[in-house]
């Protein structure tokens, strides 16, 4: 993660922005995310306001100016920060979201008093964000990145005893079946998943895309699994989300293998810094292919 800080900006830049918010006084930059670029709660003589800024020509802008839309489509029923304004200065996209008081991440462990708000939260995504905002771009961009890792791990014959494993989930895998007419978040992990006194809400919507509702409580599995749930207690757990229930099987199997393979990939290639967090997760969403394919 390249994180930078308020300072690092251009001089236009924070003055453009503080045109917007008031005189900052003090600026705390934010710890978690691997997003790039300036992710930092402004202390100004207005009050707070949530930054996120990037230069135009970083490879992950694109990221930026999807949240930058998905923000401004999002119904008002969905439990989220809302973007206050948006700005290109000297080409650095720029975005001011309501700061959260008082806000942690979802703790997901089993017994945690956070499941059941969660897990509505997930229930009702699907309810309030069908039918899809018109411009959502298609979650089959979201899964391409997924299927040119996991091909390049399979092609090089690098997953061991288990190739035969990924194999047999990716050839029942129909990328139709992913389609659908949701608007999806498609990265619910905890570090997205905030409680606040007001109840759980939904930030960082860069991977937003249409497709079928229950791709969203699949996203999320794993990161039960990785909590400390077994993958049966997990799919127990996922039937409070009533998309879930008409998940075809063979494309859950299968995107859960695309999603394994790319952590998988990202923990053997990635940047040095993340990847033991990305074992981690490989090593989630593997027990829970095993399950699902009955392997013990």
């Known amino acids: ?22 005189a900052v006084v003090k600026v705390e930059t934010a710890t978690s995310g691997i997003m790039p670029g300036v992710a930092a709660r402004l202390h100004t003589e207005r009050g707070s306001v949530f930054l996120k800024a990037i230069n135009a020509d970083n490879t992950a802008a694109f990221l930026h100016t999807r949240e930058q839309w998905a923000s401004r489509a999002l119904p008002a029923a969905v439990a989220a920060p809302r973007l206050l304004w948006s700005d290109l200065v000297d080409g650095w996209h720029v975005m001011g979201f309501e700061y959260l ?11 945690s008093p956070d499941l059941h708000p969660v897990l509505a939260t997930v229930a009702n995504l699907g309810r309030v964000l069908t039918p899809c905002p018109a411009g959502a771009r298609s979650v089959t961009e979201n899964i391409a990145p997924l299927q040119a890792k996991g091909k390049h791990l399979m092609d090089k014959d ?11 989930a990716l050839d029942g895998l129909d990328l139709a079946a992913v389609e659908g007419d949701t608007f999806l978040h498609y990265d619910l992990s905890p570090s997205n998943l905030l409680l606040t006194p007001a109840g759980v809400r939904v930030i960082d919507w860069s991977f937003a895309a249409r497709g079928a509702a229950w791709v969203e409580p699949v996203m999320l599995a794993p990161r039960l699994i990785e909590a400390g749930h077994t993958p049966a207690q997990t799919e127990d757990l996922l039937e409070l989300v009533p998309a879930w229930r008409t998940a075809p099987p063979a494309a859950v199997t299968g995107l859960v293998a695309l999603w394994t ?20 997760a490989a090593e989630a969403g593997r027990a829970w292919l095993r399950f699902r394919l009955g392997v013990v």
């Open 261 to 280: 393979l790319f952590r998988l990939y990202k923990a053997q290639f990635g940047p040095q810094d993340g990847r033991a967090f990305r074992a981690r």
């Open 101 to 111: 008081e008082h806000a942690r991440e979802a703790d997901l462990s089993p017994g």
């Open 158 to 168: 690098a997953l061991g005893d288990d190739h035969g494993l990924y194999k047999a």
């Open 1 to 22: 993660m390249t994180r930078l800080d308020w300072e690092d900006l251009p001089d236009s830049v924070r003055a453009a922005v503080q045109d917007r918010c008031g």
